[in-house]
């Protein structure tokens, strides 16, 4: 079945950069884009990218931008969110979830990472 | 501020028929696809498109669209329906996407 499976849960420090991954499985890991989306404690969904992972092409949030960098490795089907400069608003849960479309058109986020809780604390 | 805005809560007795709605300017343009999230759990896709349900979600959760509203609709809404529930759709610009702030559902 079609599977993503995130990395672990980390702390990190005010300042710092953190790196999740996103493993694919079952299905043609080049054929759908994968997006990224966080929640913060309590609040709600806040999509922060997309990258295909054919091309490596990207597209953030505005809000994000110059912060967020999103990568790719074909050889292991995986696809990584780094985010640098590292406050403690950043503290959130992290999703990738993969893109689907049709020709109506629409587009659909399914199915999601189970999500890394990312702490930022001193 | 979100482009998608839905009502933070709302509330069903067990059975009844209950619409959360979302609205927004890009609305007119693009489909929505609606998410159930419960809590500790990662969101779930229960509608896409004009009203298209993925495979396992119960035909009592359907989809409709008009002007810059999209509706999600729980025909005879159960007490395992309680949960938020995202709408999402591209932002204005067509570029991006866009969540809505999202709406608690409680069932009485």
């Known amino acids: 079945q079609v599977q993503l499976v995130q990395s672990g849960a980390e702390v990190k420090k005010p300042g710092a950069s953190v790196k999740v991954s996103c493993t694919a499985s079952g299905y043609t890991f080049t054929s759908h884009w994968m997006h990224w989306v966080r929640q913060a404690p309590g609040q709600g969904l806040e999509w922060m990218g997309i990258i295909n992972p054919s091309g490596g092409s990207t597209g953030y949030a505005q809000k994000f931008q110059g912060r967020v960098t999103l990568t790719r490795d074909t050889s292991t089907r995986t696809v990584y969110m780094e985010l640098s400069s590292l406050g403690s608003e950043d503290t959130a849960v992290y999703y990738c979830a993969r893109d689907n479309s049709d020709s109506t058109p629409v587009w659909w986020f399914d199915p999601w990472g189970q999500g890394t809780l990312i702490t930022v604390s001193s | 501020s979100s482009e998608l805005t839905q009502d933070p809560a709302v509330s069903a007795a067990l059975g009844q028929t209950v619409r959360i709605t979302c609205q927004g300017d890009?609305?007119?343009?693009?489909?929505t696809s609606w998410y159930q999230q419960k809590p500790g759990q990662a969101p779930l896709l229960v509608i896409y498109?004009?009203?298209n349900r993925p495979s396992g979600i119960p035909d009592r959760f359907s989809g409709s669209s008009s002007g810059n509203t999209a509706s999600l609709t729980i025909t005879g809404a159960q007490a395992a329906d309680e949960a938020d529930y995202y709408c999402?759709?591209?932002?204005?610009?067509?570029?991006?996407?866009?969540f809505g702030g999202g709406t608690k559902l409680t069932v009485l």
């Open positions: 999402n759709s591209r932002d204005s610009s067509g570029n991006h996407w866009v």
């Open positions: 890009s609305l007119r343009n693009y489909y």
């Open positions: 498109g004009k009203n």
